[in-house]
T-cell receptor
Framework: AQSVAQPEDQVNVAEGNPLTVKCTYS??????LFWYVQYPNRGLQFLLK??????LVKGSYGFEAEFNKSQTSFHLKKPSALVSDSALYFC?????????????FGAGTRLFVKA | GAVVSQHPSWVICKSGTSVKIECRSL??????MFWYRQFPKQSLMLMAT?????????EQGVEKDKFLINHASLTLSTLTVTSAHPEDSSFYIC?????????????FGPGTRLTVT
C-alpha cells in the first residue's frame, strides 16, 4: 500500500533563510513523487515531480526537491525563502508499477515565512 | 494552460436535497479526472477516479450511490451528492491529469465548499 508522511505540521522560517519541508513515502513498487502547494482560497498548484533520472528535481518558484531512494524521502527545499512562499504544501506519491493513477497525499505542512 | 474550473465555488443546501458540482478542464482534454474531499486541516482524500465514457472507480468506503459521478465528455465531470446530510459538508476538489500516462501531474480546480443544513 502507498503512504506518505509529512512529519511536520508547520515549519517556520525567516525570510531569506533556506527552507526544508520534509516528506517520506512508502510504495511497493517504484515511486512517482510530487509536490503541490495550496494558497488560501486557491486550488492546489503543481510545483515539481520526480519520475526518473536525476535525483535533484527543480520546479516552480525556485523550489527543488531531492529524491533519496535509500531513505525513501523527497524533501522540498528552497535556498532563500520569501514571505509569499507562506502556504500549505502537500507531498504526494503514485506507485509506478502497481498504483495506476491513484495518488496518495500527505497530511500537508504549513509553511510560515516571517519578514 | 492546464486550467481546471469548478462550479459552484460554494453551495448551501438543505438536508435531503441533492447538489451537483461541475468540474471542467478549460484548455485541455482530460481522459481521467479525480474527485477528492478535504476536511479542515487534513489532507485530500481520494473519492473516485473518473474516466471519460465509463463508470467511475470508487475508493473503499465511498458510497457510489450517494456520490454520483458522471464523466460525459473529455472536458466535463460532475459529482452529485444525493440526499445530502450535514456530515457531507466538506470541501470537494476535482483534478485532471494532463496526459494519459501515470507520470503526469494533476491540475486542480479551486474547490467547492458544500454546507448542508
Amino acid at each position: 500500500a502507498q503512504s506518505v508522511a509529512q512529519p511536520e505540521d508547520q515549519v517556520n522560517v525567516a525570510e531569506g533563510n533556506p527552507l526544508t519541508v520534509k516528506c517520506t513515502y512508502s510504495v511497493s513498487g517504484n515511486p512517482y513523487l510530487f509536490w503541490y502547494v495550496q494558497y488560501p482560497n486557491r486550488g492546489l498548484q503543481f510545483l515539481l515531480k520526480y519520475i526518473t533520472g536525476d535525483n535533484l528535481v527543480k520546479g516552480s518558484y525556485g523550489f527543488e526537491a531531492e529524491f533519496n531512494k535509500s531513505q525513501t524521502s523527497f524533501h522540498l527545499k528552497k535556498p532563500s525563502a520569501l514571505v509569499s512562499d507562506s502556504a500549505l504544501y502537500f507531498c504526494a506519491v503514485r506507485d509506478k508499477d502497481t498504483g495506476g493513477f491513484k495518488t496518495i497525499f500527505g497530511a500537508g505542512t504549513r509553511l510560515f515565512v516571517k519578514a | 494552460g492546464a486550467v481546471v474550473s469548478q462550479h459552484p465555488s460554494w453551495v448551501i443546501c438543505k438536508s435531503g436535497t441533492s447538489v451537483k458540482i461541475e468540474c471542467r478542464s478549460l484548455d485541455f482534454q482530460a481522459t481521467t479526472m479525480f474527485w477528492y474531499r478535504q476536511f479542515p486541516k487534513q489532507s485530500l482524500m481520494l473519492m473516485a477516479t473518473s474516466n471519460e465514457g465509463s463508470k467511475a472507480t470508487y475508493e473503499q468506503g465511498v458510497e457510489k450511490d450517494k456520490f454520483l459521478i458522471n464523466h460525459a465528455s473529455l472536458t466535463l465531470s460532475t459529482l452529485t451528492v444525493t440526499s445530502a446530510h450535514p456530515e457531507d459538508s466538506s470541501f470537494y476538489i476535482c483534478s485532471a491529469s494532463l496526459g494519459t500516462g501515470t507520470s503526469y501531474e494533476q491540475y486542480f480546480g479551486p474547490g467547492t465548499r458544500l454546507t448542508v443544513t
